[in-house]
């Protein structure tokens, strides 16, 4: 079965300052990633996800992933915070198929955007 | 969250109760899921449906029964409830696009 790892629980970081939030995941024959946000007493929206092609895949946000299939990895990128990204993230894969019978998540990771 | 509707969205029960939550779909997806989400374990999946009267167990299954009688509606039964099962409920259907999840419910377990 697959599963998720999200290195981080926490992440501070000052405002306008880059990020990056780390996943990875277990291996198998084809993936497909997505990275959730949750922001404050709210449900959860998909950011960006992989699902073919081309390996970094971009938000209308700012924020860019890279799948690295070597490394088994999903890591979340943005060059330059706002107060406004603080929220929880959420890494998830699935599999068997073209989006998978289930999407599993990590435990998330909490970004807080200091000023 | 369009085409995705939990309820109720917020309730309190007590130990040893009955507690059912709906989630309703308008989109004719077949794939639907439950996913309790607590802190630290991010969300986790209870029971899945593959289609009418199709389900199947998750990781955290134990506690939970679903039912699916219909292609728009996916009821999840806490047949006595216990406050380990306090947390917050996810609904979630698979699109072409991805998976999109409702609003939640949150389940507090007195």
């Known amino acids: 079965a697959q599963s998720v790892t999200q290195l981080d629980s926490q992440v501070p970081v000052f405002e306008e300052a880059p990020v990056e939030l780390r996943c990875n995941y277990s291996?198998?024959?084809?993936?497909?990633l997505f990275w959730y946000v949750q922001y404050p007493n709210q449900g959860l929206q998909l950011l960006l996800k992989y699902l073919s092609g081309s390996t970094l895949v971009e938000s209308i946000n700012g924020f860019e992933a890279e799948f690295n299939k070597s490394q088994t990895s999903f890591h979340l990128r943005k060059p330059s915070v706002h107060i406004s990204d603080t929220a929880e993230y959420f890494c998830?894969?699935?599999?068997?198929?073209?989006?998978?019978?289930?999407?599993?998540f990590g435990a998330g990771t909490i970004l807080r955007v200091k000023s | 969250d369009a085409g995705i509707t939990q309820s109720p969205r917020h309730k309190v029960t007590e130990t040893g109760t009955p507690v059912t939550l709906r989630c309703h779909q308008t989109e004719n997806h077949r794939y639907m899921y439950w996913y309790r989400q607590d802190p630290g374990h991010g969300l986790r999946l209870i029971h899945y449906s593959y289609g009418v009267k199709d389900t199947d167990k998750g990781e955290v299954s134990d506690g939970y029964s679903v039912s699916r009688s219909k292609t728009e509606d996916f009821l999840l039964t806490l047949e006595s409830a216990t406050s380990s099962q306090t947390s917050v409920y996810f609904c979630?259907?698979?699109?072409?696009?991805?998976?999109?999840f409702g609003s939640g419910t949150r389940l507090t377990v007195v």
């Open positions: 979630a259907t698979r699109t072409e696009y991805g998976y999109t």
């Open positions: 998830a894969v699935s599999d068997n198929g073209e989006y998978g019978n289930k999407l599993v």
């Open positions: 291996s198998s024959v084809s993936v497909y």
